[in-house]
């Protein structure tokens, strides 16, 4: 395929917490973006939803503006790529385009009563053969059964069902793609990992029509193009994965032995494992890191190992707009400086449950060791520890699932900008954190598949290569008392399992 030496690459990367759009050029760097931030429902505890309507209306915004800032045309564009929020699903009506629900979240824990029925039935072994999945209420699968409970009065046959990527997709498309990658469907806990197809039996055995599920295409293909009322021309969607597979690409792990952790709502820690499903006996997921088409028209299909941890940065904007012990997250670094140490204070973030490697539904987070001279810096310290500690437990999951143990982790996300953070994460690993200048790396990730996938590039490596590292952590003098910590830290994790029967 003949690559081009002008135009740019539009990347969408719609998250938890916000929307976003980048504008990146021929060289690979960003000229243009936009930001809005996304509100968070949260009906009853436990349970948090978004408003389709706003991620939508949010994603227009942010595309036009990142454009405008650009200064550059919308013909200019050669082609859009799509990161997304993976396990967060929704209903919708095709005639109307209107949603029939708020779209549950990644997060939600509404349908942690069906994943233990389905455990109790014994099912835990063969969803997990068929899926690379857990039982876990994290999934799609048993959210869009909530919604079709919900909605018994609905006309099935004008139902649409889909996750974030799905939902824009279609609408950038103007209503004519109904459509998912594999690296997103895989998350729904319904395709099957090895045909990488919907699998009949789940279908069968979570109630959910076939009918209203998206076609599942490769990650790095043409998706359709968007519709011209949205910025006058006709521009193709030319590659689509889950952020975390997004960030995974943008590091350049594609190959076996490479890893990268993404500190953001959540921390996720991503090993690719090749053409070959990797299973884990220490509870990671096997999953799909990305696919395309080869020459001759056959799947080429790479896996991946995941660790998947339910809160991180979330915790850390639960210390401002919950509890309001900071006013912003960058404070956390200097607070947590000013003391010698966490004062005796361990905390487990375990809002939405534990995932990897415990699968905890049940679990809640908890502050303990508290005494009369702990001040607010020593919960401070102790949420960002939390954090490091989380990490530390998947890097050793993953080390005895591998046959190679992992040397150095790359790792990028909002929350990589903080030093104490990234410094304690080195030393209670004992291996190297390596920083980028650019902690961006998921919309980098898809701006590179989107346009390795158009023919803008005719391949990454060098622009990979050429990205600058910001700053290497090495364990230090603090890796003894950190080690320590760790084991009292995992007693408090156990205090906290199995709290809501």
Not at 37 to 46: A, I
Not at 346 to 368: I, N
Not at 478 to 485: D, H, K, P, Q
Request: charged share 20%; net charge negative.
């Amino acid at each position: 395929m003949q690559t081009l030496s002008s135009g740019y690459i539009l990347a969408l990367d719609l998250g938890t917490t916000g929307n976003r759009a980048f504008v990146f050029n021929f060289e690979g760097k960003i000229v243009g973006q936009a930001y809005k931030e996304l509100t968070q429902y949260y009906p009853q505890p436990g349970w948090l939803e978004h408003d389709p309507q706003e991620i939508w209306l949010d994603t227009c915004w942010v595309m036009q503006t990142a454009i405008g800032n650009a200064q550059v045309r919308p013909d200019e564009i050669v082609a859009i790529g799509l990161t997304v929020q993976r396990e967060t699903c929704l209903l919708w009506d095709k005639t109307t385009g209107k949603p029939l629900y708020n779209a549950i979240v990644w997060q939600d824990r509404r349908t942690a009563p069906l994943c233990n029925q389905l455990q109790e039935l014994g099912l835990a072994s063969e969803i997990e053969e068929r899926t690379g999945l857990v039982i876990d209420a994290y999934f799609s699968a048993t959210k869009l059964r909530w919604l079709l409970d919900l909605l018994t009065d609905i006309d099935f046959k004008n139902v649409l069902a889909g996750t974030i990527d799905t939902w824009v997709l279609w609408n950038l498309t103007g209503g004519k793609v109904h459509a998912t990658d594999h690296s997103n469907a895989s998350r729904t806990m319904l395709m099957n990992l090895k045909t990488c197809e919907w699998d009949e039996t789940l279908l069968d055995l979570f109630k959910i029509p076939a009918h209203i599920l998206p076609t599942i295409k490769p990650s790095l293909g043409t998706f359709g193009v968007t519709d011209t009322n949205l910025l006058g021309i006709e521009i193709p969607i030319t590659a689509i994965l889950g952020d975390q597979q997004a960030a995974l690409f943008g590091h350049g792990c594609s190959r076996p032995g490479l890893m990268k952790c993404t500190y953001g709502t959540g921390s996720f820690l991503v090993a690719h494992t090749g053409s070959e499903i990797v299973r884990s006996q220490h509870q990671l997921l096997s999953t799909i890191a990305w696919t395309k088409t080869n020459q001759n028209g056959t799947l080429n299909v790479g896996y991946a190992l995941e660790g998947s941890i339910f809160t991180s940065g979330a915790c850390v904007q639960w210390l401002r707009d919950g509890i309001k012990l900071i006013e912003q997250s960058s404070e956390t670094e200097p607070m947590a400086n000013q003391v010698a140490d966490n004062g005796g204070v361990y905390f487990v973030p375990a809002f939405s449950g534990l995932g990897a490697p415990h699968w905890d539904m049940s679990a809640r987070g908890a502050f303990f060791g508290i005494t009369g001279v702990v001040q607010r810096e020593h919960l401070v310290r102790a949420v960002l520890e939390a954090i490091a500690y989380q990490v530390k437990e998947v890097v050793q999951a993953i080390d005895a699932s591998c046959n190679t143990l992992i040397q150095k982790l790359a790792v990028d996300g909002g929350a990589c900008e903080n030093n104490f953070l990234m410094q304690f994460q080195a030393d209670v690993l004992g291996i190297k954190v390596e920083r980028l200048i650019m902690h961006e790396i998921t919309v980098q990730g898809i701006a590179f598949a989107s346009g390795l996938s158009a023919g803008f590039w005719d391949n990454t490596r060098a622009l990979v290569h050429q990205r600058q590292i910001d700053r290497v952590f090495e364990p230090g003098v603090g890796r003894n008392s950190a080690l320590a910590n760790f084991t009292i830290w995992k007693n408090a994790v156990e205090r906290v399992k199995h709290w809501v029967e």
